[in-house]
């Protein structure tokens, strides 16, 4: 490594360091008037009381202040309960993290600028510093050099930290908000100027990860530079992440309308006919209609359209995001995808099954709505609650990118992912798109199979001369990309002879060889 | 056609024993157990328990993969398909009691015995070849040693400039060794590229910064007074220090176990174009093969993986069934060197002359090329030689099967690209270039352009 890139290095790890230290500074006090500000009006009087032991009271730790303030507001809502039969009214809202947040103050409060600087900016600076000068003076060319040696890359000690480290940010995110309060504290300014709103957890969340998808998507420019397949596809995600997913949403929210991203599908997008979206959606005038139409058209025309004539690939290593944050971010673990047959199977079961269940869910709740909420009452809220955590959060998210670096980048998608079963389905059967071999030329070296992110065994079609057709193909084209003896394609044409049953080994005239 | 009885012991269950489980021994195993369920199939291997790609044995020293990553069928395969593997190294043939003798484990009897033993690095007996930090690159275990012996290397010397020396030069770069590359001929792989292609090539070594001596023959390997290399001298006297020798001037049969047997023997094992040796029910395919009447156009020794390939296909089959003559299609390899990938199709001498006449075109770049061979009158092509481009297999191979001509190759040229989407097309460029070469006026063969072609489709 070079001096310029080792400080590069040094840089992120120290903004990295400052990062998390920034949980644990500053101090926690809520006063009247704040509390006022957060809850609803209705609300104000009973919490002021209830609250009484906690207000005005200085905490020095995040931790203190949401168990002090849980223990008071548990206590309450408790009693209520035990009196429900004589008018006890259970207050359901939420407020632990915009309580922590508004009740931070001190040294992150105060310095939020500078500390953004200090922390995200500075770290994207150094990462950048690190990535630019790679590759330099060398000739272009795709070099996996020591990946295998790499603790980081290969399941060694840096590895399952950083695995380990992601897993509790997840963690963080999706179920304990309060904790973080103070990230979200520096990005408010951001999110002020974006949708004119206060940062959530969420509007945090998403901030690193276009980040990370754009930081990570330079590495790819350097790693596979003059390779324009790769060079395209990686813009093509760093374009949809940052203005489709990030931008765009945000200004919805400045217009008052739901927050939006046009590219995201059903039943990837679980929720989107979930009762509570559509409400929101059809009361938000035109352009929550066009938002409707839009998401059902992509669903019913848009999906098998474009995976008829290139794939799936047109949206998982092109436009989604969790595919977007797989192919920059975890470029350096695709290889860690399992390639057994073994877990070929498991996947096939498990995506196919979450498709099933999120298909019926989404069917029992259109029936249930349209039956005014007779077929099963609110037991679909419990069903979409159930699956939001189970699907949505601790598998996508958690188990998703957290595990990048103990079972490669795609676990979700190859595992998970219900559209990605759906994009399947289509390109197995009716779609013009296949990876071909090139006649005999094969070798069987195996660098394919390893750098398959979906952990196909590409070797195996290769080496029998059999074109690949595969469910689960994304088509991020690196197994053509790193394949020394130019044995693979991936083509768009005509669908016969697309599925080669039989397969050829061009090059030995003296037999009909057996495959 | 002779009955497969009189060409082999053909009873139900027969032992079938296969010595070498590379991609020759294996291929033949593989498909034997589907032409015949009942044959009782075993492959003996000393190197390796199961079968690896010798082929990506320099990408475990890179990093690019694991030992585990190159091999091409998981553990559970050989049961699955009743084939029984041996892991011990055989000492002895009995070709009388047809009986192999092992280092470690009972001897073994066969029915049939297929001889796939490999090839193993030419040593041309220089002063210190044997000392410490000296070696070629075939086997596994070449592998673990040179692992081993550049864990505190600064400098290296390579030494033989064809496919495997080109591959060594590279490994050691990507541990930041520096590299001396010694080449007897006056370009890298000079006597099987044609001029231009060598230079390339030749070029573009330099450019990762490979020291390439070019003209420069090994006279000597120097030893440290404790057994290890120190350093070697070159044919013109210098010496030039180094911590490691790689020696890659080729390969040969590997024929060492049939020393004093009465099997035919000449550089390589001798076989007929059924793959049958001199010997009744002993068949011998892959590297370690020497025709007696090599197919047109083709050498008697072809050390490569695909012809071990197409060697156990054919075998198999010649078992199974009876036996057919060994015919390969059109000659075709593929290697990278470096950073630039090579494609052959058809033969492609490193010199010619008439009536074969020769084409080339060259990008501005410098690392991408086009030649054709054909004859001077007829046109007719007899071979392409492709740098920095991939061109389709089938294409080139139906082409030289029905006799095409170089011109009708040029003006579809593009029905051959195997580049990756998106990346630019030489195709009216090589035209362009042919045209001025030989003062024609070839029109490119109209690709069909429709709406739907603007959107890749
Ligand atoms: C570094 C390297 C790179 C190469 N790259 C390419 C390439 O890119 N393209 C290409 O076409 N070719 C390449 N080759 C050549 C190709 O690998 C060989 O042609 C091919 O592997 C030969 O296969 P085989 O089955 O004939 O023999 P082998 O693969 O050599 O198999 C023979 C096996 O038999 C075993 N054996 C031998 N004697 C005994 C015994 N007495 N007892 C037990 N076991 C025994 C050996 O240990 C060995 O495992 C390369 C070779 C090397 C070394
Ligand atoms: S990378 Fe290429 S040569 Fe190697 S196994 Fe895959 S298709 Fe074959």
């Known amino acids: 490594m070079k001096n310029i890139q080792k400080l590069g290095l040094g840089i992120f790890l120290a903004a990295l360091v400052l990062f998390n230290l920034l949980l644990f500074l500053g101090q926690f006090r809520l006063s009247e008037q704040q509390l006022q500000e957060v809850v609803k009006p209705e609300q104000f009087q009973i919490l002021k009381t209830e609250l009484a032991p906690i207000l005005d009271k200085t905490y020095t730790s995040s931790f203190a202040f949401v168990s002090n303030f849980k223990k008071y507001f548990d206590a309450y809502n408790e009693a209520q309960q035990a009196n429900w039969q004589s008018g006890g009214v259970v207050i359901w809202d939420d407020y632990t993290f915009a309580l922590t947040k508004i009740a931070s103050q001190g040294f992150v409060e105060d310095n939020r600028l500078l500390l953004l600087l200090l922390t995200i900016v500075l770290g994207a600076a150094g990462a950048l510093l690190n990535i630019l000068p790679k590759y330099k003076d060398e000739p272009a060319g795709i070099k996996n050099n020591g990946v295998m040696f790499s603790s980081n890359k290969s399941r060694g000690i840096i590895g399952i930290i950083i695995g380990a480290y992601l897993i509790v940010l997840y963690v963080l995110i999706y179920w304990f908000p309060a904790y973080i309060v103070n990230w979200t504290l520096l990005v408010d300014p951001l999110s002020y100027a974006l949708s004119g709103g206060p940062a959530s957890q969420w509007f945090l969340y998403g901030t690193i990860y276009t980040l990370a998808i754009l930081v990570m998507g330079v590495r790819m420019f350097r790693k596979y530079r003059g390779n324009k397949y790769q060079t395209l596809r990686t813009a093509s995600v760093m374009f949809f992440q940052l203005s489709f997913a990030f931008i765009l949403p945000e200004i919805l929210v400045l217009l008052n309308k739901p927050w939006y991203d046009f590219k995201n599908i059903w039943p990837l997008d679980y929720d989107f006919f979930f009762d509570y979206n559509v409400a929101s959606m059809l009361s938000s005038g035109a352009i929550g209609m066009f938002m409707f139409v839009w998401g059902i058209l992509l669903i019913i025309i848009g999906v098998p359209l474009m995976t008829y004539f290139y794939g799936k690939r047109w949206y998982c290593s092109w436009v989604c995001g969790c595919g977007g944050l797989a192919e920059t971010a975890g470029d350096p673990y695709r290889h860690l995808s399992d390639k057994s047959l073994k877990a070929w199977n498991v996947e096939r079961i498990m995506v196919y099954s979450v498709l099933v269940i999120i298909v019926l869910i989404t069917l029992l709740t259109i029936v249930n709505y349209f039956m005014n909420f007779g077929l099963l009452g609110q037991a679909t809220g419990v069903l979409h609650q159930w699956y939001g955590f189970l699907i949505g959060a601790a598998f996508a998210g958690v188990v998703g990118v957290g595990f990048y670096p103990l079972m490669g980048n795609r676990v979700w998608c190859r595992f998970g992912c219900p559209l990605a079963a759906y994009l399947g389905i289509v390109q197995r059967f009716k779609s013009r798109f296949r990876i071909t071999t090139n006649g005999g030329q094969c070798i069987s070296c195996g660098n394919c199979s390893t750098y398959c992110e979906m952990g196909i065994d590409v070797r195996w079609y290769a080496q029998r001369g059999q074109n690949v057709v595969r469910a689960s193909c994304v088509g991020c084209g690196i197994c053509a990309s790193v394949c020394p003896r130019g044995v693979l394609k991936l083509e768009n044409g005509p669908e016969q002879g697309r599925i080669t049953d039989i397969p050829f080994l061009t090059g030995n005239e003296s037999i009909e060889v057996l495959s | ?457």
């Open chain 2, 1 to 457: 056609m002779k009955a497969s009885g009189d060409f082999c012991i053909s009873t139900k269950g027969r032992r079938i024993v296969i010595i070498g489980n590379g991609i020759a021994g294996v291929t033949c195993a593989r498909h034997l157990r589907k032409r015949d369920s009942a044959a009782h199939i075993t492959i003996i291997s000393g190197e390796t328990e199961y079968f690896f790609s010798r082929t990506a044995l320099m990408y475990i020293y890179m990093g690019h993969l694991k030992y585990k990553h190159t091999q091409p069928y998981e553990d559970w395969f050989w049961q699955k398909n009743r084939l029984n593997l041996v892991h011990d190294w055989v000492t002895g043939i009995d070709f009388e009691q047809k009986e192999l003798q092992l280092q470690q484990q009972a001897p073994l009897k066969y029915d049939i015995l297929v001889l796939a033993l490999g090839s193993k690095p030419n040593m041309f007996g220089w002063p210190g070849q044997n000392l410490k930090g000296v070696q070629g690159l075939y086997s596994y275990q070449d592998l673990e040693s040179m692992e081993a012996a550049t864990q505190t290397c600064g400098r290296a010397v390579v030494v033989g400039g064809g496919l495997i020396g080109i591959e060594m030069a590279e490994m050691l770069r990507s541990r930041q060794i520096e590299v001396t590359f010694l080449v007897r001929e006056a370009n890298f792989w000079g006597n099987v590229l044609p001029e231009e292609e060598a230079q390339l090539v030749s070029r573009h070594i330099r450019e990762h910064h490979i020291d390439l001596r070019l003209n420069t023959e090994l006279k000597e390997i120097l030893d440290d007074g404790n057994g290890h290399v120190r350093g070697i001298v070159t044919g013109a006297g210098e010496e030039i220090a180094c911590q490691f020798v790689g020696l890659a001037v080729g390969v040969s049969p590997n024929t060492g176990l049939l020393k004093d047997t009465p099997l035919e023997t000449n550089r390589g094992i001798l076989v007929d174009e059924f793959f049958a040796t001199s010997i009744r029910n002993v068949f011998a395919i892959g590297d370690c093969v020497e025709y007696r009447n090599p197919p047109p156009l083709r050498k008697p020794v072809e050390q490569v993986w695909y012809t071990g390939r197409m060697h156990g296909e054919t075998l198999a089959h010649n078992l199974a069934h009876f036996p057919v003559a060994y015919q390969p299609g059109p000659w075709f390899n593929s290697a990278k060197f470096l950073d630039i990938e090579y494609q052959t199709y058809g033969i492609v001498p490193a010199k010619w002359e008439e009536p074969l006449e020769s084409f080339y075109w060259e990008h501005e770049s410098g690392k991408v090329a086009f030649r054709a061979v054909f004859d001077g009158r007829s046109k007719k092509l007899q071979g392409i030689n492709a740098l920095g481009m991939r061109l389709r297999h089938d294409f080139f191979d139906r082409v030289l099967r029905e006799g095409g001509t170089v011109e009708e190759v040029l003006k579809q040229l593009h029905r051959a690209n195997f580049d990756t989407e998106f990346y630019d097309k030489h195709h009216h460029a090589i035209l362009k270039a042919y045209n001025q070469q030989f003062g024609t006026n070839l029109q490119p063969e109209k690709e069909k352009k429709t709406l739907l072609s603007v959107f890749g489709l």
